[in-house]
């Protein structure tokens, strides 16, 4: 069937018309249409906030972000649609907010020429004083901060007229303590503020860097809260290998019962020593080792990743004598399904690095049993025999594990040894890898 010749050029001219509209950006859709959004960020009193980086993302793309000047105003040039908006706070705090702080999650939507404006949320203030029990000595040059590793997440407040209430990440970072052990916090109202910890330096025997906290406190209004870093007193001991050799770089970590205070020491010396400062009484030890790397072989009867604890008592005279239990060894046999060895065949955990519960063991003379944890790591590749090697302390029901054979362009020939290989004793097992 044959075509007109007056349609073929309609439809040409058709197709020409729209290349030419979407080469021109004549042709859009509500979503690519561009627009610039402008807006303040104020303190609750509607004092202008510099330094404050306004992070807006529409649908799926990437975010754009702009800095508030002088003045506290921002200005992007964003996509029209929904938005998710973040506050982060300036790198240099600003006066009468948090030190650190952030908002997430803020809700938004973007039409043309959109103005967006913040008002923060009001504050409080948090009187902090770091002290020595029983003497109330001041402790200058404290450090404060959160306790854990994330934020404390402040009571949810409405920061942009018609968005729902969003809860502020704060952080008193950059905090220290004066000549009196004092320094006054800046924070978002919140009904339970996080625990505080006091950082410093304690020099005596042993140099230790360790932190005493605070208690949770209502601050939603103006509040004080002292901070008591208990007496403390040097606690030396060494930690061996079953052989009585003395284990060096080993992570030496304790803390209080009383969980106020945190030590950690410096590696174990060659000789497997170690001086700490704690509180004295009942306390909580942690020692651990990683050694992964091939230029860093672990020590000799030690497995290559490990983490030991006990209960135990310091009292600054009795020296700890930390020896760790005797290793197997796992033997595993790599192999094709022909049955013929894999060479350079390795050893790793199966989770990511999630820790086996090995059985528990006594660690030190008269204090309970410790509880063994490690990493199932192999001590070097496969040989031509199809054999590779780990050693590990004795475990009656072994984790899962995973023997892995790099191919080359990013293959893999994996296969998973399931939990429960008993190694109360020296083990070999055989695996068959499975094809690329």
Same mark, same amino acid.
């Given at each position: 069937?044959?075509?007109?010749?007056?349609?073929?050029? *309609?439809?040409? @001219?058709? !197709?020409?018309?729209?290349?030419? /509209?979407?080469?021109?950006?004549? %042709? &859009?859709?509500?979503? $690519?249409?561009?627009?610039?959004?402008?807006?303040?960020?104020?303190?609750?009193?509607?004092?202008?906030?510099?330094?404050?980086?306004?992070?807006?993302?529409?649908?799926?793309?990437?975010?754009?972000?702009?800095?508030?000047?002088?003045?506290?105003?921002?200005?992007?040039?964003?996509?029209?649609?929904?938005?998710?908006?973040?506050?982060?706070?300036?790198?240099?705090?600003?006066?009468?907010?948090?030190?650190?702080?952030?908002?997430? *999650?803020?809700? @938004?939507? !973007?039409?043309?020429?959109?103005? /967006?404006?913040?008002?923060?949320? %009001? &504050?409080?203030?948090? $009187?902090?004083?770091?002290?020595?029990?029983?003497?109330?000595?001041?402790?200058?040059?404290?450090?404060?901060?959160?306790?854990?590793?994330?934020?404390?997440?402040?009571?949810?407040?409405?920061?942009?007229?018609?968005?729902?209430?969003?809860?502020?990440?704060?952080?008193?970072?950059?905090?220290?303590?004066?000549?009196?052990?004092?320094?006054?916090?800046?924070?978002?109202?919140?009904?339970?503020?996080?625990?505080?910890?006091?950082?410093?330096?304690?020099?005596?025997?042993?140099?230790?860097?360790?932190?005493?906290?605070?208690?949770?406190?209502?601050?939603?209004?103006?509040?004080?809260?002292?901070?008591?870093?208990?007496?403390?007193?040097?606690?030396?001991?060494?930690?061996?290998?079953?052989?009585?050799?003395?284990?060096?770089?080993?992570?030496?970590?304790?803390?209080?019962?009383?969980?106020?205070?945190?030590?950690?020491?410096?590696?174990?010396?060659?000789?497997?020593?170690?001086?700490?400062?704690?509180?004295?009484?009942?306390?909580?030890?942690?020692?651990?080792?990683?050694?992964?790397?091939?230029?860093?072989?672990?020590?000799?009867?030690?497995?290559?990743?490990?983490?030991?604890?006990?209960?135990?008592?310091?009292?600054?005279?009795?020296?700890?004598?930390?020896?760790?239990?005797?290793?197997?060894?796992?033997?595993?046999?790599?192999?094709?399904?022909?049955?013929?060895?894999?060479?350079?065949?390795?050893?790793?955990?199966?989770?990511?690095?999630?820790?086996?519960?090995?059985?528990?063991?006594?660690?030190?003379?008269?204090?309970?049993?410790?509880?063994?944890?490690?990493?199932?790591?192999?001590?070097?590749?496969?040989?031509?025999?199809?054999?590779?090697?780990?050693?590990?302390?004795?475990?009656?029901?072994?984790?899962?594990?995973?023997?892995?054979?790099?191919?080359?362009?990013?293959?893999?020939?994996?296969?998973?040894?399931?939990?429960?290989?008993?190694?109360?004793?020296?083990?070999?097992?055989?695996?068959?890898?499975?094809?690329?």
């Amino acid at each position: 069937m044959s075509h007109s010749p007056l349609r073929s050029v *309609r439809r040409t @001219a058709a !197709v020409a018309l729209a290349v030419g /509209l979407l080469s021109t950006g004549l %042709a &859009t859709t509500a979503d $690519a249409a561009r627009t610039t959004v402008s807006g303040q960020v104020t303190t609750a009193a509607g004092v202008a906030v510099p330094g404050v980086k306004v992070s807006i993302k529409v649908g799926r793309r990437q975010p754009v972000v702009a800095t508030t000047d002088a003045s506290g105003a921002f200005s992007a040039n964003v996509r029209t649609g929904k938005a998710k908006i973040a506050l982060v706070g300036p790198a240099t705090p600003a006066p009468d907010l948090p030190p650190s702080w952030s908002f997430t *999650r803020i809700r @938004a939507g !973007v039409t043309n020429n959109e103005v /967006l404006n913040f008002s923060l949320p %009001a &504050t409080s203030t948090v $009187a902090v004083k770091v002290l020595r029990s029983k003497t109330n000595t001041p402790i200058p040059g404290s450090s404060i901060q959160q306790c854990l590793t994330s934020t404390s997440d402040a009571d949810p407040h409405v920061v942009l007229a018609g968005s729902a209430a969003v809860s502020p990440s704060q952080n008193f970072v950059g905090a220290v303590t004066d000549s009196l052990g004092e320094v006054a916090l800046t924070s978002f109202k919140d009904a339970t503020l996080g625990r505080l910890c006091a950082g410093f330096v304690e020099t005596g025997p042993a140099t230790t860097i360790y932190s005493a906290r605070g208690p949770i406190k209502d601050a939603t209004a103006d509040v004080a809260m002292n901070i008591y870093a208990p007496q403390v007193v040097p606690q030396a001991g060494t930690v061996t290998d079953s052989a009585s050799l003395g284990a060096a770089g080993v992570k030496v970590a304790l803390r209080s019962a009383s969980g106020q205070v945190d030590s950690i020491s410096e590696p174990t010396s060659a000789s497997g020593d170690f001086l700490v400062d704690i509180a004295p009484g009942s306390v909580f030890a942690r020692f651990s080792s990683r050694a992964l790397g091939s230029a860093n072989p672990p020590p000799p009867n030690i497995p290559r990743s490990f983490q030991a604890t006990i209960d135990g008592i310091a009292d600054g005279l009795s020296a700890w004598d930390v020896q760790l239990p005797a290793t197997v060894t796992l033997t595993v046999e790599v192999i094709n399904a022909d049955g013929t060895p894999v060479k350079n065949a390795v050893i790793r955990p199966a989770a990511g690095g999630a820790l086996d519960k090995a059985d528990s063991a006594v660690l030190v003379a008269g204090q309970p049993d410790g509880q063994i944890s490690q990493l199932i790591y192999g001590d070097g590749l496969s040989d031509t025999k199809g054999m590779t090697f780990a050693r590990l302390f004795p475990d009656a029901a072994l984790g899962a594990f995973t023997i892995t054979k790099n191919v080359g362009g990013g293959a893999r020939r994996v296969a998973t040894v399931t939990a429960g290989t008993v190694l109360t004793s020296d083990t070999t097992i055989t695996v068959v890898l499975p094809a690329a």
